[in-house]
């Protein structure tokens, strides 16, 4: 499996922009990056998936490098809310098992 | 909005006893998975379940654990004989690759406590 690598953890204020970064230097051409982030004491949540393309949604925005090779998840308003722990993954195909890591531990403080 | 609900959300046991957790996942969903996740740890994949077939397990799915989906609506994940490390959040899943993102929904787990 491709592999990701993410900073362990990360702080912001609340009500400023984050970016959560994730480097896939051995992405394959067919991977989908997928964030996925996990709340104290819940089952993972899916955030945003991208192929190639810059990617927008409600919760969050994907940046993806012209390469692959790494990406930034963008949360435009960090709120108390968005403490978790996120996590990039890659994914052949639909219907395949998603491989978590050690993700990313985001603390927002007020 | 559609979720995956898990019961029990607690099971306590004693070691060699065999338990059952059980999943409904999204009525229209077509992919079920189980996850479970060591206290502290990531979250590890299982199983994921497909037209009435395992399509994929991990190493940690050995002969102790099956799936079955015994009617349209429930998933179960059946541990045989309980060891103390199968103590663990266990996650279901479900997802629907034929809308284009294959999104994995989770329920909010059960707690497997062995004792």
């Known amino acids: 499996d491709a592999k990701t690598t993410q900073p362990n953890s990360m702080e912001s204020n609340e009500e400023e922009p984050v970016h959560l970064p994730c480097n896939h230097s051995t992405i394959s051409g067919t991977d989908y990056i997928h964030w996925y982030r996990q709340l104290p004491s819940q089952g993972p949540e899916y955030v945003i998936h991208g192929l190639t393309s810059n990617v927008n949604n409600r919760m969050a925005s994907l940046a993806i490098a012209e390469d692959r090779k790494s990406s930034t998840l963008i949360l435009h308003r960090a709120t108390l809310r968005d403490a978790a722990v996120y996590y990039c993954?890659?994914?052949?195909?639909?219907?395949?098992?998603?491989?978590f890591g050690k993700g990313t531990s985001l603390l927002v403080t007020p | 909005e559609p979720e995956v609900t898990q019961t029990p959300s607690h099971q306590v046991t004693q070691m060699g006893q065999e338990v059952i957790l059980r999943c409904v996942p999204i009525?229209?969903?077509?992919?079920f998975y189980w996850y479970r996740q060591i206290l502290g740890q990531k979250v590890e994949f299982l199983v994921s379940f497909y037209n009435n077939e395992i399509s994929e397990k991990s190493e940690i799915f050995d002969d102790q654990f099956s799936v079955e989906r015994p009617d349209g609506s429930n998933f179960t994940l059946k541990i045989r004989s309980t060891k103390l490390e199968d103590s663990a959040m266990y996650f279901c899943a479900s997802s629907d690759p034929s809308g284009g993102t294959d999104t994995q929904y989770f329920g909010p787990g059960t707690r497997l406590t062995v004792l």
């Open positions: 993954i890659l994914r052949p195909h639909s219907g395949y098992a998603l491989n």
């Open positions: 009525s229209n969903h077509l992919y």
